[in-house]
DNA sequence: AAGTGGTCTAGACCACTAT
DNA sequence: TAGTGGTCTAGACCACTTT
């Protein structure tokens, strides 16, 4: 049975105000999810219903729906067909992290530099020919770069480009705004989608010798694999930044307070 | 100038199956994702207007709006008011990682082994206490775990629990269950929110023993520090797992195909 | 049978942008 | 001024669960 609460504290909670520039599904999800993070609704609770809600709140059905598929989104409740919606426990498997600070890093050109270390022309052995999907003994192009935030290295870059005489990528790719946008996302691109994988590995002496790093040192490895348009993949490589420097985190559970 | 591309393409993709279980706003939803995927639509490229989408596949403006929302909530789109709906390019920090499979490794009981390697009363360092909020020198639970999958190591876990002789989280939190559903999600809590970081590390010498690595070898710490309902720290403690044996990966942009 | 969430309609009004 | 997205209404019907 689950435990239903008195609906007094709810009633005392702040009302809609229709002339605020929050709109009011906006409004309605933070007074509920506000009502968890107070613990006056509480994990195992169930929601007032959204007719209630309605009455109570003076919005139409589709508002409360609007406000309770946000609160699904979000993981801050389960929303049951025929049994009600109900506050969900903690669950630390529902943590998400983002690369939200490795994208504000390059946010501001101004206190980015790239370093290019070398480029050269690489024939694929069967480890890149696999990841790249062309034959062992092709040509691709190796870039190795050093990325510095206000002059301090931030992260070692590698990649293997595909190369295509047709298609003129080397130059755009090997500038700074290709990893700019990379990053923020704006501007053009060539890219379609990628596959992102991270893992933590110790520094090699030539890496932590070009990340002005101590030894031995973990680091994190941002592994990524572009494709283009025709879902040919067109790059292969590591993003290597300290750990020391570099921490993703994040919050299970509504906030505190 | 955005390109707007022919609506040809468009036209031939397939319609709404209103006999679908799927509901209508999922199907269009998915129709203009496949779209972008399939590079019908790309970067930057406007959607057709929603007055124009609700006649084409002969739904109502809620229905392609609620198509729309979904969209822009997975970043696929972006909309501008007064401009219309535009492509998003592929933005490497958009990528968001996720502990799904950590949380899979302890969705099955049976497979899951908690070893208990140490429990003792541990008086407070300003460290401790600090994280905590508590004052130097007060009473903590000291735990060391190791958790096995199929009777291989794959965490070891150490946390610093608050001791509270009123109330008995000792026992409850020592048990397996209480692992599993910090993961799962299931059954009763007294956490109500958490703040998890992840860095990378090296493996100490004890660390390796127990978790039968290799040395040198880096590895994942995951830090968590719960609250209960009253926002009071309650546990603070590392989940430290083989970088080799987990991997966080994602997609950034549509998928291919 | 009653109550719940899930979906959907056919409009309305507003704020904003471009022409 | 016309077109766009953003919000919202006041219902409707359905599938499901509980009593």
Chains 1, 2 share one sequence.
């Not at 709810?10 to 229709?18: G, N, Q, W």
Request: hydrophobic fraction near 40%; glycine fraction near 6%.
């Amino acid at each position: 049975m689950a435990r239903r609460p008195t609906n007094r504290a709810l009633e005392r909670s702040s009302s809609i105000d229709r002339d605020s520039f929050e709109p009011a599904y906006a409004q309605l999800a933070n007074i509920l999810r506000q009502s968890v993070a107070a613990g006056v609704l509480r994990p195992g609770d169930q929601l007032p219903s959204e007719s209630q809600l309605c009455q109570r709140y003076g919005v139409s059905p589709m508002t409360v729906r609007r406000a309770m598929n946000i609160l699904v989104d979000q993981g801050v409740v389960t929303a049951e067909q025929g049994r009600g919606t109900f506050v969900k426990p903690v669950a630390m498997g529902a943590a998400t992290f983002q690369l939200t600070e490795l994208q504000n890093l390059f946010s501001d050109p101004a206190h980015t530099a790239v370093r290019l270390l070398e480029t050269r022309i690489v024939t694929a052995d069967e480890r890149i020919a696999r990841k790249l999907a062309i034959a062992i003994g092709q040509r691709t192009i190796y870039i190795r770069r050093l990325l510095c935030m206000d002059g301090v290295p931030a992260f070692y870059h590698r990649e293997y480009l595909i190369y295509d005489p047709k298609r003129p990528i080397v130059e755009s790719e090997m500038e700074v705004t290709a990893l700019q946008h990379l990053f923020s996302g704006s501007g053009e691109t060539i890219l379609k989608c990628g596959d992102l994988s991270i893992e933590a590995t110790i520094l090699t002496a030539e890496e932590a010798g070009l990340l002005q790093a101590p030894q031995p040192l973990a680091a994190f490895c941002l592994e990524h694999l572009f494709y283009d348009f025709d879902d040919k993949p067109i790059s292969w490589g590591w993003f290597i930044g300290r750990s020391d420097r570099l921490r993703f985190t994040t919050r299970v559970g509504p906030a505190r307070g």
